[in-house]
């Protein structure tokens, strides 16, 4: 797990160096290869709904989150996408994948991962991410 936390740090970092660099100039010089149904930079999303109880309000009409087993993989985008919300007061999340890319098996390991972490994740606030060797 460390590794990957400072796997994806170092990612955030490197990626931060580079923000002034327009999002299509990056996509014109890489000239991805382009094929229906695939993203070519982007496979897994997360997305965050935190906001208990908040709604948006559009034209009048208030919307709200709305969390259900049918958007599990018939519509996903991504290789996977995991929601994070809350309702509540407790966390929630859903995780959509397609299974042209992950197996319902890897899915559910994935999710079962997520959720031990989330888990352990308040007993592990006071603790260092990186101990001194």
Do not use: W
Not at 66 to 92: C, H, P
Request: charged share 20%; proline share 4%.
């Amino acid at each position: 797990m460390l590794d990957a936390l400072l796997r994806m740090r170092g990612e955030a970092l490197g990626a931060l160096e580079h923000q002034a660099v327009q999002f299509d100039d990056v996509i014109t010089r890489l000239n991805p290869v382009r094929r229906f149904g695939h993203t070519p930079y982007v496979n897994v999303t997360l997305n965050m709904n935190l906001l208990d109880g908040h709604a948006a309000v559009l034209g009048g009409t208030r919307l709200t989150l709305v969390l259900n087993d049918s958007l599990r993989s018939e519509n996903a985008k991504f290789g996977l996408t995991v929601t994070m919300a809350q309702r509540d007061g407790r966390l929630i999340g859903l995780v959509a994948y397609r299974g042209d890319q992950l197996s319902g098996g890897h899915a559910r390991e994935l999710a079962d991962e997520l959720a031990g972490l989330l888990a352990r994740f308040p007993d592990a606030l006071g603790e260092p991410v990186m101990r001194p060797c």
